[in-house]
């Protein structure tokens, strides 16, 4: 399962105001993934002497970090780097020079094309080889256009730097941290397991590593990441195999952090210790994103997801019964091959039965090379636009309820970031709402006890609560 809220692209923010360095423009496409990814090529690229820009006009290097789960995100792409064009000609024009490089999901997927269809790139890179950038760039400013999508021998994960502790801590106080990457589910909609390969787990060893130095820099919440992350099967400090749930305890021991989450689940890899692990660590907030996809068991079969319905619902009774205050959130895609009007009624009963916190929909969209794209049976767009409004109007129902019953509670926020006006700052409930309360800049990364005054529609308001020290490190 990808690792998803599909976010809107978002840029790498290390700035650096030095005159004579390199400068790298990062932009990022899609999942959670590619955010971290794109900040790793920016460690990568550190050690090459390039420091981010969120400004691409000064930037030596623009770098894309893509998406290719949908059409729609890999055809941005394409149109990105029709305006990047432009520029590089008239900064050629000018007597200076850019390079270009494609990363991510794209990358992988189509390779040498991308050249063919864009001339103006000089770098292809797929996920695997990040920490061969500088090498690759080498290659480039000799003359060559480099494409370079062979899955490494090597563990890049041993190759990329670890960033410095003033780069992890103008990231913010949440990170992001890879676990696993790769798919071998199949589901017959899904181009992951061709672009990201085959599922690999790194090591225990390997994760408490990155994670205590996330800590030691100031993260207090950090969100495991795979594309199907709770398939994760790692070797663990004994030597022995561990799944996620071991992991999440062994995390959990690390001073200072202070909050774990983990996306994006498949149902069937929700073991009895994963569960056991929601219901044990107070660390581990009581949200979950597990996406089904589809309420219909005869889609459930040619999604190939192999479980029905049923299971499905069984299982979030046992999550529910381990943690009784856990959110879910859901992905779905309406219109997949053959989906029936009852097909569809099925996903809304399931829907109402489940009642998410949180869900992403979307229409289903073939992509080449996956099994879903050769199915006689297509739905037809507006029939897909219809259903995906339905769905949408019921799923935003039950979000706005579970906002609303929200409000009048006390709950913890970790304090984030500034928010929009002055004085004010954005944290994070447990269940990932974003909330906005009164409190002061140097508070951000502390977690405070506020009480839920009003419900908006995407964030929550809050007030700090009373006559308590308003102020907690766990
Ligand atoms: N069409 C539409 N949605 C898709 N997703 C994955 N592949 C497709 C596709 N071909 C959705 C799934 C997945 C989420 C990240 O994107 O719901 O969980
Ligand atoms: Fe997730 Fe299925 Fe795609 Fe694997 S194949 S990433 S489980 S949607």
């Not at 978002?10 to 423009?25: A, L, M, Q, W």
């Not at 941005?76 to 000018?94: C, D, F």
């Not at 190759?159 to 676990?179: D, M």
């Not at 398939?231 to 959990?252: I, M, P, T």
């Amino acid at each position: 399962m990808h690792t998803q809220a599909q976010t809107d692209t978002s840029d790498v923010s290390v700035k650096d105001t030095g005159k004579n360095t390199r400068k790298v423009f990062v932009k990022t496409y899609g999942c959670q993934m590619n955010v971290y990814d794109s900040e790793r090529m920016a460690d990568a690229l550190a050690s090459d002497g390039y420091r981010v820009t969120d400004n691409p006009e000064e930037a030596d290097l623009l770098l894309l970090n893509t998406c290719h789960i949908r059409e729609k995100a890999a055809e941005k792409v394409y149109s990105e780097l029709g305006r990047i064009r432009q520029l590089k000609e008239s900064r050629t024009a000018n007597g200076g020079d850019l390079m270009v490089g494609v990363a991510g999901c794209v990358a992988q997927a189509e390779g040498q094309e991308i050249i063919r269809r864009a001339p103006v790139v000089d770098l292809v890179i797929g996920p695997q080889t990040y920490h061969r950038l500088p090498e690759a760039l080498a290659r480039v400013r000799g003359g060559e256009k480099v494409v370079e999508t062979e899955y490494a021998i090597e563990d890049k994960f041993e190759h990329l730097p670890e960033p410095e502790k003033k780069v992890i801590a103008s990231r913010g106080v949440t990170a992001f941290l890879t676990v696993q990457e790769g798919c071998d589910k199949f589901c017959t909609f899904c181009v992951v397991p061709y672009t990201r390969g085959s599922e690999v787990s790194r090591p225990v060893e390997q994760i408490v590593r990155e994670a205590e130095n996330l800590v030691s820099a100031g993260v207090r919440e950090i969100t495991l990441l795979g594309q199907n992350v709770n398939a994760w099967h790692g070797e663990g400090s004994d030597g022995r195999e561990w799944g996620l749930g071991a992991l999440l305890r062994r995390l959990s021991e690390i001073d200072g952090l202070a909050r774990l989450r983990y996306t994006t689940s498949h149902p069937r890899d929700m073991d009895e210790a994963l569960i056991e692990a929601h219901r044990d660590l107070a660390k581990l907030m009581p949200y979950l994103h597990l996406p089904v996809q589809a309420g219909s068991d005869s889609v459930l079969k040619a999604m190939n997801r192999r479980h029905t319905a049923d299971d499905y619902l069984r299982l979030v009774d046992r999550i529910r019964a381990a943690r009784p205050d856990i959110a879910l959130s859901g992905d779905f895609i309406v219109g997949f091959p053959g989906e029936s009007d009852a097909d569809f009624e099925a996903t809304l009963q399931l829907v109402d039965k489940v009642r998410y916190a949180q869900a992403f929909s979307f229409k289903y969209s073939p992509r080449p090379g996956t099994p879903g794209a050769d199915l006689g049976e297509q739905v037809p767009e507006d029939v897909k636009s219809q259903r995906l409004e339905r769905l949408q109007a019921l799923l935003r129902k039950h979000q706005s309820e579970f906002a609303e019953s929200c409000v009048g509670r006390q709950i913890d926020l970790l304090l984030e970031k500034p928010g929009r006006l002055p004085g004010q700052l954005i944290g994070r409930s447990p269940w990932l709402q974003p909330v906005i309360v009164d409190a002061n800049p140097s508070q951000i990364g502390e977690i405070i006890p506020v009480r839920i005054t009003q419900a908006g529609t995407n964030s929550l308001f809050a007030e700090k609560v009373q006559g308590e020290s308003g102020s907690s490190t766990i």
